[in-house]
């Protein structure tokens, strides 16, 4: 059995320090995500695991949100033996545009890399639900929300990490005057 979280610390995808999310929140911990969809041959262990949870459970469709849930849903339909389709934001909503349609009934495994608040995901699987498809179940590589987040949905981790979040005002790291990194495409 694939021991995945030491895979991520070996990856370096698991950092320790100061760190902005890109919900807003801080935290000591980080997962850089790059560090794994870096490396094919390690990123498919990931989506194989997906791919083989969800065999059985008649998925016609994979969907992922944009950036990094597209890589992943090509990946995890590529190992079903289906097709990959992703939901771009657009006027503040997550959207299929570029011809992606869903049929009536359509169901659809919706996958991302990591959660923390599940806005993507959860906002993927809206934007299914639009389109009249049927969300089977949401997939994820790391789920780090610590058990904070309430789904509407079932939620299949990889790997699960529980990690300490704080609201600006009440983090004990700015409170020690830890300089705060702010990694991620949000802060581009």
């Known amino acids: 059995m694939q021991d995945f979280g030491k895979l991520l ?3 370096g995808a698991i950092k320790r320090g100061h760190f902005e999310l890109t919900s807003g929140l801080h935290s000591e911990f980080y997962v850089e995500k790059f560090r794994l ?9 990931f989506c194989k695991n997906i791919a083989n ?4 459970k008649a998925i016609d469709t994979v969907a992922g949100p944009t950036t990094g849930g597209i890589i992943i849903a090509y990946d995890v339909a590529r190992y079903l033996g289906k097709r990959a389709i992703y939901a771009e934001k657009e006027n503040g909503k997550r959207v299929f545009r570029r011809g992606f349609d869903i049929k009536p009934g359509e169901r659809v495994l919706v996958v991302d890399d990591i959660l923390t608040t599940g ?6 699987a809206k934007a299914v639900e639009e389109k009249g498809g049927e969300v089977v179940s949401l ?3 790391v789920n780090r929300s610590s058990g904070d987040v309430s789904l ?3 939620l ?3 790997y699960s990490l529980s990690i300490e979040k704080y609201e600006p005002g ?8 830890i300089p705060l990194e702010t990694p991620g495409s949000k802060h581009l």
């Open 119 to 124: 806005g993507s995901i959860v906002a993927t």
């Open 53 to 56: 949870r969800f065999a059985d």
């Open 139 to 141: 997939a994820v590589f």
């Open 152 to 154: 509407p949905y079932y």
């Open 9 to 11: 610390e070996e990856l």
């Open 37 to 45: 969809l870096e490396k094919p041959e390690i990123s498919t262990i």
């Open 156 to 158: 299949y981790s990889v």
């Open 170 to 177: 009440n983090c004990p790291l700015c409170k020690k005057g």
